[in-house]
């Protein structure tokens, strides 16, 4: 019964970010603003997949934040990425790999 009255949310066009929070709502889950950032920026716009990611990260721990669900979904942390771009912008080659 829940499931067509969310696909009929999801089919008004409304943007992304409105129907992560009202699934987030409607599934009663406390999900903090970087976790749903997270969320947002993984899933690429896409519903099914959002919501995949949401249980998945859901059945793997108790909360949903922004390091869970990249953990989750095997994905790189962005403090990772910033880490090696400075390695590979700032350090030597040498200094890089260790």
């Not at 129907?19 to 997270?38: E, I, M, N």
């Not at 716009?45 to 995949?52: E, V």
């Not at 669900?69 to 590979?88: G, H, M």
Request: net charge negative; charged share 20%.
């Amino acid at each position: 019964m829940a499931l067509p009255f969310v696909l009929w949310i999801i089919s008004l066009n409304l943007s992304p970010e409105y129907c992560y929070q009202f699934s987030l709502h409607w599934t009663r889950l406390d999900v903090p603003d970087s976790g749903l950032a997270a969320l947002v920026r993984l899933s690429n716009g896409d519903m099914r997949k959002a919501l995949n990611i949401l249980q998945s990260t859901h059945m793997a721990s108790q909360k949903i934040t922004e390091e869970a669900v990249y953990l989750c979904t095997r994905n790189p942390l962005p403090k990772d990425i910033e880490q090696i771009s400075y390695w590979l912008l700032n350090e030597s080659f040498a200094e890089s790999f260790k």
